[in-house]
């Protein structure tokens, strides 16, 4: 007998008392009073936590909202943010398809496979998953059932009898098996048996651990995806859950440095607040100013620095100096504006000057007109690239290069005009043996030219 993916079956022996755990999975909504004595401000040695509460919290310090400890990151990813997990896209490579319409790629027919259409019917019965609904449209709690199974619950292809321990029907598709469920051998009826539906990225994931030859046969499946626990904001749930002002830690940090900036400035604090948080919120607030200066307002806090170009990854560490207020350093810089829109250029510019200004010196390889005519000293090299540079050719103010007056520059006679690169009047493509069209036409493409079908011979 074939065991679908993420499925484990038991046979008719199996332990009545194994289903009984289903009851930890559900949630508990109770709040305990030691819980409400803490926010109270009654001390109290022991976690908050009841008989009618399946989980105690402890006291949370600064440690358990930082990624970077042990303390606060998540306990799967350990700060990551990302595991190696299964692709998506390759498990499910067409949502629009329904789960009875064969959805999940590593599941058999559902249609032509009798046995794995009642392991499906059952996980409808039990979890109220629709069967004819695309897999994009499925409730998000039904894609979990099947992306990451039903835990350590047994499910029984025998449907329980009205008014047993049993959870109602909740789908038509389910086709319940005639016969009532003894209660010394709950599996006894005819064709009915107990399995464990695990998940599809359980499932996998234990396959490609335990033997090399599924390793290499799902390797194209498994890749670095999101943390499944803690959906890649990196630290522990109950530390993800605290809010300040209504937003909570991994919330701000997907906000852009200039929606951040803006959220800090906007917030107000009491007399006693001040006292606790004033400075930190201060420096907070000039950090994100400096990242702001320097043309970084579109990024966000949580992005990735392997994904910033070197530009990008030079500006964050301008504005880590600028803010630590250093003098008598040499700060050398490799065309900061790469990534930069230049309407933004005077902010970096700006910044370099307030870096100056401390008594610091500046050097950059650039090789921005704008960037250039704000510097002090100008220094060419050339008069070729590569081995055929290296040399001095020019330096002089910038003044100076705009008026001419540095010779044998090529810098210096574009700065001062005696060079220029001309614009195009039209900027349109021109076809062969057919006049250019005027400025401001549109070009009309010829459609392609089917290929020729050879002749039999």
């Known amino acids: 007998m074939v065991v679908p993916a993420g499925a484990t079956i038991s046979g008719a022996k199996a332990d009545a008392t194994a289903g009984g755990g289903c009851k930890s999975l559900k949630p508990a909504v109770a709040v305990s009073r030691a819980v409400a004595e803490r926010a109270s401000g009654v001390n109290n040695s022991v976690p908050p936590s009841t008989e009618r509460m399946s989980r105690s919290f402890e006291e949370l310090t600064p440690q358990n909202f930082s990624f970077n400890s042990p303390l606060g990151w998540c306990p799967a990813c350990q700060g990551l943010g990302t595991e190696q997990g299964t692709n998506l896209a390759a498990l499910i490579p067409n949502p629009e ?12 027919d559902p249609q032509t496979n009798p ?15 629709p069967l004819d609904v695309p897999y994009r449209q499925l409730d998000p709690r039904h894609q979990r059932v099947v992306l990451y199974g039903s835990g350590e619950r047994w ?61 290499a046969a799902l390797s194209d499946l498994v890749g670095e995806t ?20 209504g937003k ?48 970084l307002d579109y990024l966000t806090l949580d992005r990735p620095m392997p994904s910033l ?71 060419d090299f050339g008069p070729g690239s590569g081995r055929f ?31 220029v690169i ?6 349109r493509m021109e076809r062969r043996g057919e006049e250019a069209p005027k400025a401001g036409a549109t070009l009309e493409t010829s459609p392609a030219k089917k290929p020729r079908k050879k002749k039999k011979a």
Not at 115 to 129: K, M, N, Y
Not at 263 to 289: P, Q
Not at 362 to 368: G, S
Request: net charge neutral; glycine share 10%.
């Open 248 to 295: 909570t830690l991994p919330q701000v940090t997907q906000l852009s440095l200039r929606e951040a900036l803006a959220f800090f400035e906007e917030m107000s604090l009491k007399a006693e607040e001040k006292k606790v948080a004033g400075d930190l919120l201060n420096e907070v607030i000039h950090r994100l100013k400096f990242l702001v200066e320097v043309g």
């Open 226 to 245: 999101t943390c499944s626990m803690c959906q890649g904001t990196r630290i522990r749930d109950d530390a993800a859950a605290v809010k300040l002002r």
């Open 97 to 108: 398809r329904s789960l009875l319409e064969g959805a999940v790629l590593a599941w058999p």
């Open 389 to 419: 540079g290296g040399q001095v050719v020019g330096q002089g103010t910038p003044r100076e290069f705009e008026s001419g007056k540095v010779e044998g520059s090529l810098t210096g006679d574009y700065l001062s005009s005696k060079k």
């Open 422 to 427: 001309p614009i195009p009047k039209t900027r």
């Open 309 to 379: 170009s070197g530009g990008e990854s030079q500006r964050i560490r301008l504005a880590g100096q600028i803010g630590r207020a250093l003098t008598g350093v040499l700060y050398v810089l490799d065309e900061p504006t790469i990534g930069l829109h230049p309407r933004d250029n005077h902010r970096l510019i700006g910044a370099l000057h307030r870096l100056r200004d401390l008594g610091n010196t500046v050097v950059l390889v650039e090789h921005d007109k704008e960037v250039l005519e704000a510097a002090d000293h100008l220094y």
């Open 115 to 129: 046995l794995f259409r009642t392991i499906l019917e059952t996980l409808s019965r039990e979890f109220g998953i």
């Open 155 to 215: 499910l029984d292809t025998q449907p329980a009898p009205a008014g047993g321990n049993g959870e109602p029907e909740s789908d038509e598709l389910a086709a319940p098996v005639k016969g009532k469920k003894s209660k010394a051998k709950p599996a006894s009826a005819p064709g009915s048996f107990k399995f464990q539906y695990k998940g599809l990225y359980p499932a996998i994931e234990e396959a490609t651990r335990v033997s090399f030859e599924y390793r």
